[in-house]
């Protein structure tokens, strides 16, 4: 992939962010197949070797801008095959190798901490709701295919969390349902 990725004995050299960030974006904009999951975990697991074996390359990484927004882009938070979950744990092992050195020995690394939250679990909310909507508009097809046309089926099954059956309260409804009270005026 990279010629200083390729040479295990030499994990000590240094590499620029710039091609990183591009490694990236070229591994999330292609079209997804088997080559591509192959590219995706070889990338994860050498770039967790030249981390794990120099502080420079950690350095480097932490002083990119928004560097937990791609790493956490290259696997789903919620995997739903073997080969993401893979991904995935090859994805949490190198969060973990960077928090624990931006915690022992960067000055303010607990911001860093801060921020992989808040970026972390803004990510796990939008793909939570991307779920809950496209289970919430697979619902309203299978009941309209059906002839069961309820009455707001995509809010009802988003307020249920997608579950059939129960009726909850969607905040969104008040949105859309008239006012119960009018604002009458008096002469």
């Not at 975990?41 to 990484?61: E, G, M, V, Y």
């Not at 801008?65 to 290259?74: A, F, H, P, Y």
């Not at 990510?123 to 707001?152: C, H, P, Q, Y």
Request: contains cysteine; proline residues 3%; charged residues 15%.
């Amino acid at each position: 992939m990279l010629f200083f990725i390729s040479f295990y004995p030499f994990f000590n050299r240094h590499f620029v962010s710039v091609i990183l960030k591009t490694i990236v974006q070229l591994i999330l904009q292609s079209q997804q197949n088997s080559e591509l999951l192959l590219v995706r975990q070889t990338f994860l697991r050498h770039l967790t070797a030249l981390c794990t074996r120099s502080p420079d390359n950690r350095r480097i990484i932490l002083q990119m801008s928004v560097w937990q927004d791609w790493l956490l882009g290259l696997a789903p938070v919620y995997p739903q095959h073997g080969s993401d979950a893979a991904c995935l744990a090859d994805v949490v092992r190198l969060l973990c190798c960077l928090l624990q050195h931006a915690l022992r020995r960067e000055y303010g690394g607990w911001r860093v901490w801060i921020d992989t939250l808040a970026i972390l679990h803004a990510r796990a909310s939008r793909e939570l709701a991307g779920r809950r909507l496209s289970a919430a508009a697979a619902m309203a097809t299978m009941t309209s295919d059906a002839g069961l046309v309820a009455s707001r089926p995509a809010c009802q099954a988003l307020a249920n969390g997608g579950r059939r059956g129960t009726v909850g309260f969607c905040h969104f409804e008040a949105l859309f349902t008239p006012s119960r009270h009018r604002i009458t005026q008096t002469g």
